[in-house]
C-alpha cells in the first residue's frame, strides 16, 4: 500500500509558526481559505483535495474562543472531506488550567474540549508543555505531549551560567523545575505564593537558598506575568545575582509587558506557540517549529519519537 500522502494547513492565528514548521518539515502550507460573513462567523475551506491524506492543522487555541472554534471548523471539514489521518498539532493547549473542579459547580473546561476535538474529527492530538500533564488521558485518541525543555536547555546551557539555581514560581510546577535541575545539576528553589484572588498575589515565601546564585524560573506559560515578576523581585531581595525565567506559552495578557519591562527580571525566554503581541528588549523567543516538524515527520513515518521526550 503506497504511503499515505501528509498535508500541512494552518489556522489564521498560527501562520507564522506554520510557515516554520512546513519549511523545517520540507513542504509547503496547504491552501486553505477562510470567509468572514458580516456579524463575524467564518468558515474555513481546504482549496485542494485532502481524500485519502494525512491532514496536520496547527493552531494554538489560546482565548479567545474563536481560535478554538477554527480548529474544531477546519478538524470538521477535514473529517468530512475523506481526510484519512486528521492531526490537531496545537502547541498551546487553551482552556487547559480548567483540568479539575477545585471548587463546586465550575466545569472540567479541558476534559470537554478534548472531547469536542474528537467529535470535531482529529484522529491524533500533538501538543506542548500541557499544563497538567493528566490532561492526556482526558483524549481517546493518541497524544504526543512534547517538552519544551528540548528548545530550552541548550539556550540554557549556552549561557554558561554559574552558581545556577533552578526555580519553580509555585508549588504545582516543583515537578518541572526538578527535571530542569536534573538536566542541568543545579539547586532547585521553590516559591510558595498565596493568592487573593484569581492573578492577584497576597503573600510570597522561598523554599531555599538563593544568596549568590543565578537564578532561572521554570514555568509552562505565562499570564499577566504577576508570579514571575513578583517571584523575581523577591529573589533579587533574598540575594540572587540574576534572576531569568524560561515560560513555554507567552500569553501575555493585561498589564504582563510593563510589569516586566519594569521588574528584576534579566530575561523572559519563550517559544513561539503563540505570537506575541507586541517586542520587548526582555522578551527572547526561541522557537518550536523544528522540534514539532521532526514529530510530525516521524508520526508521518510512523517512527519512534521518544528522542524528543529528553525530560
Known sequence: MPATEAKIFNCTQSRELAEKIAGHYGTKL?????????????????EESVRGSRVFIIGSTH????????????????????ARHIT?????????????????????AAKMIASILET????????????????????????????????FLPYLKKLGLDNLTVASPDMGGSKRAYAYSKALGSDVVICYKQRAKANMISHMELIGDV????????DDMVDTAGTLTKAADVMMERGAISVRAICTHPVLSGEAYDRIEKSKLQELIVTDSIPLRQESKKIKVVSCAELFADVMKSVQDNKSISSKFIM
Open 63 to 82: 482565548p479567545g474562543a474563536d481560535h478554538l472554534m477554527e480548529m474544531l471548523l477546519m478538524l470538521d471539514a477535514a473529517k468530512r472531506a475523506s
Open 211 to 218: 544568596t549568590g546564585k543565578n537564578v532561572v524560573l521554570v
Open 120 to 151: 470535531a474529527g482529529a484522529t491524533r492530538i500533538i501538543t506542548m508543555d500541557l499544563h497538567a500533564d493528566q490532561i492526556q488521558g482526558f483524549f481517546e485518541k493518541p497524544v504526543d505531549h512534547l517538552y519544551a525543555s528540548t528548545v
Open 30 to 46: 496547504g491552501n486553505v481559505i477562510t470567509s468572514t460573513y458580516s456579524d463575524g462567523e467564518f468558515q474555513p475551506s481546504f
Open 88 to 108: 490537531a498539532v496545537m502547541p498551546y493547549f487553551g482552556w487547559a488550567r480548567q483540568d479539575r473542579k477545585d471548587k463546586p459547580r465550575v466545569p472540567i
